[in-house]
């Protein structure tokens, strides 16, 4: 009997993976099937028969491979040992059928945080990571508060499992709908990549849906900005309030401005100085003339410079911990809204461009979206916009009345 895995490139989806093949050969007869893997052309190495790489999911690879190979051998020695004729397909079923690994509902969320977190850095986020890890709690917390249960076969998942957790997650968790649908989602995509592994046969989402309702975008109006600008506060939120102001300036979020650095500066056409860097988010260009108050906090810093090993402007700290004293900051200068480092983004789209008549379509390429539909969620008419747009309405019926006496 021989073994072979091999790369099945002519089956390679539009992220440039492609599954791995078992193939078994006994007296020229060959057997193939998909073993659950699927990887990235360069992470095969035909000769070793082996995942290139040393992260955790390389590793857990490698070994369904060994464990592939040894119950193949162990079906084929059985067969000989018994005076049992055998052949490759008697070997794929008993690995495919009797022995085939039993994944759980865990095991599958596992998988999903440990392939996440070896992409961190490239087209994956440690927000993102940490995403999957709150719904990793919160189906433990399910299965053993209402299931009485540490875990559960992924085979066992059915309709009426994901029905449950909803309600779960409404009324013991007691999450807004809007939440509901976020952690769902993530739940879902951990089935998807479940489903990809061939580790589960039917999609238990099948008759299950919950979109996100549209909801009113915040922001701080330009009063309420100015509150903060004045208010004198000690120098650890200080600086916290700076970096809140600079996103509310520039349209920067968090990831964003919590890489960036002197790279990102540089002179546009028109002699002033810019922002130009990719979104940490969408991996999509943002063109961001820097504004006066921009510029001010920036120059505030400019000695953060000489002691920031990797050249950051701005002494950002965790999201978590900006968040934290931002409530802080709010509760000092009185502003009732809950003020987070998301709503500097809102506040830059909302009071800082648009509701002072910058055009829909430059605040995009600020924001950096992919698509104006995007941008559009942040075109709330605000007062000023109103009250400015009645006054040119207005002055131009003053001057046509105007107009009108004069010609009498």
């Excluded at 009797?98 to 490239?122: C, E, W, Y």
């Excluded at 998301?342 to 605040?363: E, K, M, Q, W, Y």
């Amino acid at each position: 009997m021989k073994i072979l895995f091999w790369y099945h490139k002519s089956r390679t989806n539009k992220k440039g993976k492609a599954p791995l093949v078992m193939r078994i050969t006994i007296d020229g007869i060959r057997a193939n099937f998909n073993i659950g893997i699927v990887i990235p052309d360069d992470k095969w190495d035909t000769e070793d028969q082996r995942i290139k790489g040393k992260d955790q999911l390389a590793k857990e690879y490698n070994n369904l491979l060994v464990t592939l190979t040894a119950l193949a051998w162990e079906c084929y020695n059985n067969h000989l040992k018994n005076n049992l004729q055998v052949n490759p397909d008697t070997i794929k079923s008993y690995i495919l059928e009797k022995d085939k690994p039993q994944h759980t509902l865990m095991d599958a969320i596992s998988f999903q945080i440990i392939n996440l977190k070896s992409r961190v850095g490239n087209d994956i986020t440690s927000n993102t990571v940490k995403k999957y890890e709150t719904i990793q709690r919160k189906v433990s917390e399910f299965l053993k508060g209402q299931l009485h249960q540490e875990d559960i076969p992924l085979n066992q998942l059915s309709q009426k499992f994901i029905f449950q957790l909803d309600d779960y997650l409404r009324t013991k968790q007691k999450l807004k709908h809007n939440a509901v649908a976020k952690n769902m989602q993530q739940f879902r995509r951990v089935i998807k990549v479940a489903m990809q592994n061939e580790w589960i046969d039917k999609d238990p989402f099948v008759s299950y849906s919950c979109t996100p309702k549209s909801t009113e975008r915040g922001f701080l109006t330009i009063e309420e900005i100015r509150l903060l600008q004045l208010k004198t506060l000690p120098e650890k939120l200080d600086k916290v309030r700076d970096i809140f102001l600079f996103c509310c300036f520039t349209g920067l979020s968090y990831a964003d401005v919590s890489k960036f650095n002197k790279a990102h500066l540089m002179k546009g056409e028109d002699g002033k100085t810019w922002i130009i860097l990719a979104r940490t988010k969408t991996k999509s260009q943002s063109f961001i003339p820097i504004l006066p108050e921009a510029m001010t906090i920036l120059t505030k810093y400019t000695d953060i410079v000489k002691w920031n090993s990797d050249g950051r402007l701005l002494p950002v700290i965790s999201n978590q911990n900006l968040n934290k004293y931002l409530k802080e900051i709010a509760a000092i200068v009185g502003i009732a809204k809950r003020v987070s480092m998301h709503l500097a983004r809102h506040t830059f789209a909302t009071a800082i461009t648009l509701n002072r008549g910058v055009d829909i379509v430059s605040v995009s390429k600020m924001l950096g979206h992919k698509n104006l539909q995007t941008t559009q969620v942040y075109a709330k008419t605000g007062m000023l916009r109103i009250s400015q747009d009645m006054d040119k309405f207005f002055e131009k019926e003053a001057v046509s009345s105007c107009h009108n006496t004069s010609t009498q």
